[in-house]
């Protein structure tokens, strides 16, 4: 198969769909690779090193897609790129889809396969193309709060791990799963004080196991959440429903009650965000304040850190990727996880929960693929 890199054009998005070592798996594979040239330049990777894997290098977006069978990308497609998908061409990467009806309606008029990373799963009911990029954005997530929590910034002029004979910060964390787990374990690590609410019982014993007390797990209720949040001076906000639309857990009237200078950082907000105040940020611009209240809303947070992303990415993505270089559509429909991962196929949202989300008909992949 013939399957296409292009460079990623998202705001401050420096990671890359193939790797060069990913890209020589591919090539021993037996498939053509093309990348769009400087693709890899966020993580340091130059067109001579993806020629030495084996890839031919061309000059634009417009070629990659148009040479391509497969293309392999992080973010969701662009509109600009809407227009360079077509028929029967497979889209591979983060789709999001839930919170965004006009790539929806894009992907849908192109008449593409798209499949997405985030709704992919295991053997074990896991998501684990979306699992190293939760790890790696539940790690910045208090990276980023330490860093709106200063005084500069708007924040409450607050140091995480305080020091001895000061209290340190308060952190609450709204979601057990992936980033939370990876955000709790940063923030002990410098000392805060975290709290961990989930709606998951089995999931709280785990955590209480895990962290051996030095978390405090608590059952999500609109009661709980109400008071952990009004106490905290940092909420994480970690909640996931594969593919459909992030629950609001924290309402515009809540704010007035928060500390100010207080910060929130919304991980799920490539799925809506779980504030009701959240809006997508940029790395150019991460920040703004509402009610005293300072919110982190980064879309694309593990582009951050493009290097250790992209392996970490790359990693989980390739066996997937190969096989659907290997077998076409067909892998999807032969294997589950794949399936799992179909969003969009010929002109028809394929994921029930996308679907129910934006408000569109739902097609089974049976209807879809007939």
């Known amino acids: 198969m013939n399957v296409g890199v292009p460079k990623e054009i998202k705001t401050h998005e420096y990671r890359v769909g193939l790797t060069p070592g990913a890209v020589r798996e591919y090539v021993a594979a037996g498939h053509k690779v ?26 634009s977006a417009h070629e990659v897609f148009a040479s391509s069978e497969m293309i392999v990308k992080v973010k ?3 509109p600009s790129e809407w227009t360079l998908l077509r028929e029967n061409q497979i889209l591979f990467t983060y789709l999001h889809l839930a919170p ?13 396969t798209a499949i997405a990373y985030e709704t992919v799963t295991d053997v074990r009911g896991g998501l684990p193309l979306l699992a190293p990029m ?43 799963g992936v980033v939370g787990t990876h955000a709790a374990r940063m923030a002990v690590g410098l000392g805060a004080e975290v709290t961990i609410l989930d709606r998951s019982i089995s999931r709280l014993r785990e955590l209480d196991e895990l962290f051996e007390g030095r978390v405090r797990t608590r059952f999500s209720t609109i009661d709980a959440v109400e008071e952990e949040v009004f106490a905290a001076d940092v909420v994480i906000g970690a ?28 991980v799920a907000i490539d799925q809506g965000g779980c504030f009701e105040t959240s809006r997508p940020t940029t790395h150019a611009d991460p920040t703004y304040d509402v009610d005293g209240v300072i919110h982190y809303c980064v879309a694309n947070m593990p ?18 990727g190969l096989a659907l270089a290997k077998r076409g559509f067909s892998a999807v429909l032969e294997n589950p996880h794949l399936r799992a991962g179909l969003n969009v196929h010929r002109g028809r949202l394929t994921y029930r929960a996308v679907a129910e989300s934006l408000g569109l008909p739902f097609s089974p992949i049976e209807q879809a693929a007939a």
Request: aromatic residues 2%.
């Open 34 to 59: 093309v990348v769009e040239t400087n693709a890899g330049a966020g993580i340091g990777a130059t067109d001579e090193n993806y020629r030495r894997a084996g890839a031919t290098i061309l000059d």
């Open 76 to 78: 969701e497609p662009q």
């Open 100 to 112: 965004d009806p006009e790539q929806a309606k894009g992907l849908i008029k192109s008449g593409c």
């Open 134 to 176: 939760s790890e790696v954005a539940g790690r910045l997530a208090i990276e980023a709060a330490g860093a709106a929590l200063k005084r500069y910034t708007g924040g409450r002029g607050l140091l995480i791990g305080g020091v001895p004979g000061v209290q340190p910060a308060r952190i609450v964390v709204i979601g057990g």
């Open 239 to 266: 909640v996931l429903v594969p593919g459909a639309s992030a629950p609001r857990l924290v309402g515009r009237g809540m704010l007035t009650s928060m500390r100010k200078g207080s910060v929130i950082v919304d």
């Open 303 to 320: 582009g951050a850190v493009p290097l250790t992303s992209s392996q970490a990415l790359n990693n989980a993505t390739l066996p997937f």
